[in-house]
């Protein structure tokens, strides 16, 4: 059997695992298209009700897709490569969570995930794959804008949409945009069309990795080893969230929200302390020492190398379940609420441990949320934030060589005192 996902530090209890299954369920499987518009605004800063589009729906056509679309579909999902499924990873409990609650609230920030070789880093985060769930995006559009919030828009969406167009919305999948060590600068930021100015003689913008990844996940494997010019243009995204090119007399900029996600080993080097700010929150991963565990891990890698299809088969009805959970949590998480009395103690927390800057503060308190989401539960407890507080402080304390603690223990030391 698949472990069940937990906390490294604290364990979270059995009856709130079950109590997920009682969520209601959003299906997203459904693909569905939308007609969005026309109406005049005189500017780009509109305004919106939350929870509706800031634009009328005009018509809707194309309730359901065909049988052959379906069948299409279908057929292309299974000639892609197969991936490990995520519910049959055994162990490493903390960086699961960590990744999940990602998925349920990508405003967390990202993950950071730092351990041994060969310890399934990069398989879990692939894994993730099967389990995203599909957004809205405007048809057609390179950046997947979004048709209902302005901030995810592309600037040529959003000249549509002053002009009276009408958007074409469908359902996609988030994506998934692995960022290779080995990538230009030009193929992350984007370039010149060299195609169109050839043969059309005009001056286009062929979008990069940054546009795929718009409103989904990056993920870079061996983060600290990613070349130092690639290390700025991250970091210029992620603050900004918009990229900015400038190539040839062409100036585009396009929005570059997604959810950052590395993993590394630490033998290999360090990772520059402004980009390891930038990751939401930080997972340690490390090798398994029970005899038992490690042979029950390389059984389930046989039987997935001998036949993917029939593997992933067998845990069909587990990722299923999990997608639903998933899909519980993020329709669930805008109704939960904490405490102000807990409020001051994170922060009371964060400031004891000379914690730089508030970005610890607001992601301990998105963390809380989305995993008291995930719990099925309106309201965060002290146990869900002893949960997430040492993933979200632990990389943010300052470096002390002669220290012996580990800082994910020095940070429990601290909550459990300020919240005794």
């Known amino acids: 059997m698949a472990s069940t996902f937990c906390s490294s530090s604290i364990a979270l209890p059995h009856s709130s695992i079950h109590s997920l299954q009682s969520l209601p369920t959003n299906s997203l499987s459904q693909t569905t298209v939308q007609i969005y518009g026309p109406k005049s605004y005189g500017g780009f800063g509109f305004l919106a009700v939350k929870g509706r589009s800031p634009f009328p729906v005009a018509s809707a056509v194309a309730a359901q897709v065909n049988a052959s679309e379906q069948a299409q579909k279908i057929s292309f999902?299974?000639?892609?490569?197969?991936?490990?499924?995520?519910?049959?990873?055994?162990g490493q409990d903390e960086m699961k969570l960590c990744l999940l609650l990602n998925v349920i609230d990508p405003k967390i920030g990202g993950v950071m995930i730092m351990g041994d070789r060969g310890t399934g880093k990069s398989t879990t985060?692939?894994?993730l794959v099967d389990l995203l769930p599909e957004i809205k995006v405007v048809a057609g559009d390179p950046y997947n804008s979004d048709p209902e919030d302005p901030e995810f828009m592309g600037v040529e969406v959003r000249e549509r949409v002053l002009k009276g167009e009408q958007l074409q919305v469908v359902f996609s999948k988030i994506n998934m945009v692995d960022l290779p060590l080995g990538a230009t600068e030009d193929r992350v930021c984007g370039t010149i069309d060299i195609e169109k100015a050839l043969t059309e003689g005009v001056k286009s913008f062929e979008p990069g990795l940054l546009a795929k990844a718009n409103r989904g996940i990056l993920y870079v494997d061996e983060v600290n080893l990613l070349d130092d010019h690639l290390v700025d243009v991250l970091l210029d995204s992620a603050a900004s969230g918009w990229n900015t090119v400038e190539r040839e007399g062409i100036s585009v900029s396009h929005p570059a929200r997604f959810i950052l996600i590395g993993s590394g080993n630490p033998e290999e080097g360090e990772l520059r302390p402004q980009l390891l700010d930038r990751f939401g929150m930080h997972a340690q991963v490390g090798t398994v020492r029970d005899a038992e565990l490690r042979v029950k891990i390389v059984e389930e890698r046989a039987c997935f190398d001998k036949n993917p299809k029939g593997f992933r088969h067998s845990y069909k009805a587990q990722q299923e379940k999990l997608q639903q959970q998933i899909a519980s949590a993020r329709s669930f998480l805008p109704s939960v609420e904490i405490d102000r009395d807990l409020k001051v103690k994170i922060s009371k927390v964060c400031a004891e441990l000379n914690v730089d800057g508030l970005r610890g503060d607001i992601v301990i308190n998105r963390s809380a949320k989305a995993l008291a989401a995930l719990k099925g539960s309106v309201k965060v407890s002290v146990e869900d934030?002893?949960?997430v507080i040492p993933n979200c402080l632990r990389h943010r304390l300052r470096k002390d060589p002669l220290e012996s603690i580990d800082s994910g223990l020095l940070v429990l030391e601290k909550f459990y005192a300020v919240f005794r």
């Open 77 to 90: 999902n299974e000639s892609q490569r197969p991936v490990y499924p995520f519910s049959a990873i055994v």
């Open 125 to 127: 985060v692939r894994s």
């Open 385 to 387: 934030i002893a949960t």
